[in-house]
């Protein structure tokens, strides 16, 4: 039976109106710490909590919290049909058509859980953001680094900055692909990581980091350096998902069979910064923060790091060869 965008395929069920939500991009320069805008609704995600009713506590439009199953991808019409499971106090378990970006629509699998926020609108086409692989052994494996990683963060104390020479921290994560990536994976190879957010509106700060990451991507191919692979873990994983991560390597059109862009839980992210050294401070609906480029041995170790957008990507592919 043919449905309307948004509207259930087996039952009628009403679905509340509301309108979009709307961000404005502030942005604020200081000395050596640049503030890059953050719409306050990304901020407000990692501490909002779903209702007994399933209503998202702390959203700044009306949203709720799903989670369910996907049925299949319709590319054509570009919707996401997902089984549902009950909203309770708003909606029965039902199968719908949802809105939902060119990343997750990509991403989706048939069969695949997914955890995301469902945003009603005036119109009756529903969306779903913030789409989230809900695999119980993939959610454990990354809840499991995270506290690792918390722990270790923790033992270290007043020394949780890892040095020149010190090996880095391990780390799980979900990648662009909705995979879950451990940094083992990594061992063996030369690593750059950088930190980034997609939405980041100072084109001196993480566009300009991106394009050197591309720069170096292709100086070191042709200085036959095969052993690369770079890393970009965002600032802000209560908007950047991996289907988010995935749209902005896409539009960019980024190589990503040696390049990963990286997101998981708040805490891991958090745990990151400290131990690499990077500022990120959140001020209203500002991200106040600074750039790091660290390049990563073979073994593990930290062989380099370049702090601000001053280093260039040949210095970088330099290194590798010596390496």
């Given at each position: 039976m043919e449905s309307n965008t948004g509207r259930p395929q087996e039952?009628?069920?009403?679905?509340?109106?509301?309108?979009?939500?709307?961000?404005?991009?502030?942005?604020?320069?200081?000395?050596?710490?640049a503030a890059c805008s953050k719409p306050a609704s990304s901020i407000e995600t990692s501490k909002t909590a779903a209702t007994a009713e399933g209503r998202i506590v702390g959203a700044k439009d009306e949203r709720y919290a799903i989670t369910g199953e996907v049925i299949r991808a319709d590319l054509e019409r570009k919707l996401l049909i997902v089984q549902h499971d009950e909203i309770k106090g708003y909606m029965p378990a039902m199968t719908m058509e949802f809105i939902v970006s060119p990343g997750d629509l990509a991403l989706a699998k048939p069969g695949q859980r997914i955890r995301a926020e469902m945003v009603p609108s005036t119109t009756g086409d529903i969306r779903l953001e913030k789409i989230w692989p809900d695999d119980q052994a993939a959610t454990a494996t990354v809840?499991?680094?995270?506290?690792?990683?918390?722990?270790?963060?923790?033992?270290?104390?007043?020394?949780?900055?890892?040095?020149?020479?010190?090996?880095v921290p391990d780390f799980t994560l979900y990648n662009q692909n909705g995979r879950v990536v451990?940094?083992?994976?990594?061992?063996?190879?030369?690593?750059?990581?950088?930190?980034?957010?997609?939405?980041?509106?100072?084109?001196?700060?993480?566009?300009?980091?991106?394009?050197?990451?591309?720069?170096?991507?292709?100086?070191?191919?042709?200085?036959?350096?095969?052993?690369?692979e770079l890393i970009s873990i965002t600032l802000d994983p209560a908007y950047d998902t991996p289907g988010v991560l995935k749209d902005y390597a896409d539009l960019r059109g980024i190589d990503t069979t040696n390049f990963s862009f990286l997101t998981g839980p708040q805490t891991a992210i958090k745990d990151l910064l400290t131990q690499f050294g990077v500022i990120a401070e959140l001020e209203g609906d500002l991200i106040k923060h600074t750039l790091t480029t660290l390049l990563i041995d073979a073994n593990g170790k930290i062989a380099h790091r370049a702090d601000g957008s001053a280093w260039e990507p040949k210095d970088f592919v330099a290194k590798m060869k010596r390496g």
């Open positions: 039952s009628a069920g009403g679905a509340k109106k509301a309108g979009w939500f709307r961000a404005a991009l502030a942005l604020v320069c200081g000395c050596g710490l809840a499991a680094g995270a506290l690792q990683l918390r722990q270790d963060t923790h033992t270290r104390g007043k020394h949780a900055y890892r040095e020149v020479s010190e090996l451990q940094s083992a994976h990594f061992r063996g190879k030369q690593v750059m990581i950088n930190f980034i957010f997609t939405r980041c509106p100072i084109a001196t700060m993480c566009p300009a980091a991106t394009i050197k990451m591309i720069a170096t991507q292709r100086l070191a191919r042709d200085a036959g350096v095969t052993n690369l």
